[in-house]
């Protein structure tokens, strides 16, 4: 079985200021990964995803993370935030070839002017 | 493009009776769709998989009986909570998966916020 931990329930930070979210997960098989973005009062979307491949994944709205199987970790980052980047962020992580999702419990990032 | 919509958006029933909330891909075919629950603050919960024209499979721990799944079609697929209980009052959401897509990549509909009182 896998599991997710999001270590940080909140992460506030200032506009332009970078971010990492950061996301360990638990496996004993090879998985995918993902983060997801939960606007207030919206379903979530899809910021990027690691499926296989260079372990450096860009995604929308110009954040990117990197999958390092050694450290099992797949921390979500960005080089300047902005105050539209405020709402939940979720790791997500499924058996390779599965599509059973299983998440962290959310990170809230809160950017202040 | 993927658009996922879920009816209604929120809802309040009381105990014991049952309610019906739908899932619907709306520019899309979706071979597989998910259901979720997610509680105040916590993670989102998978409850079931349910694929058109096939029974749901549902995870462990969640009551087949009382959560309802029928997916009808390629386009639409309906949870409904039967026999309402306070303890039932959640987020529940929705995701579907291109039939032509991505296999592992999900589209979310907005939830629906159930109370039971």
């Known amino acids: 079985a896998q599991s997710v931990t999001q270590l940080d329930s909140q992460v506030p930070v200032f506009e332009e200021a970078p971010v990492e979210l950061r996301c360990n997960y638990s496996?004993?098989?090879?998985?995918?990964l993902f983060w997801y973005v939960q606007y207030p009062n919206q379903g979530l979307q899809l910021l990027l995803k690691?499926?296989?491949?260079?372990?450096l994944v860009k995604g929308i709205n110009g954040f990117e993370a990197e999958f390092n199987k050694s450290q099992t970790s797949f921390h979500l980052r960005k080089p300047s935030v902005h105050i539209s980047d405020t709402a939940e962020y979720f790791c997500a992580v499924s058996q390779r070839g599965f599509q059973k999702l299983v998440f962290g419990t959310g990170t809230r990032l809160l950017v202040s002017p | 493009g993927a658009v996922v919509s879920q009816h209604p958006s929120w809802v309040i029933c009381k105990s014991g009776t049952s309610v019906k909330i739908e899932c619907r891909s709306l520019d899309f075919q979706a071979t597989t769709m998910f259901w979720y629950r997610q509680f105040p603050k916590q993670s989102l919960m998978l409850m079931a998989t349910?694929?058109?024209?096939?029974?749901?499979?549902?995870e462990q721990g969640v009551e087949k009986d009382k959560f309802l799944i029928n997916h009808a079609s390629l386009t639409l697929s309906t949870l409904t909570v039967t026999s309402a209980h306070p303890e039932d009052s959640s987020f529940y959401i929705c995701?579907?998966?291109?039939?032509?897509?991505?296999?592992?990549?999900?589209?979310f509909g907005p939830g629906t916020r159930l109370t039971v009182t």
């Open positions: 995701s579907a998966v291109i039939r032509t897509g991505n296999p592992y990549e999900q589209y």
């Open positions: 349910s694929n058109e024209g096939s029974k749901a499979t549902y």
């Open positions: 496996s004993s098989v090879s998985v995918y």
């Open positions: 690691y499926l296989s491949g260079s372990t």
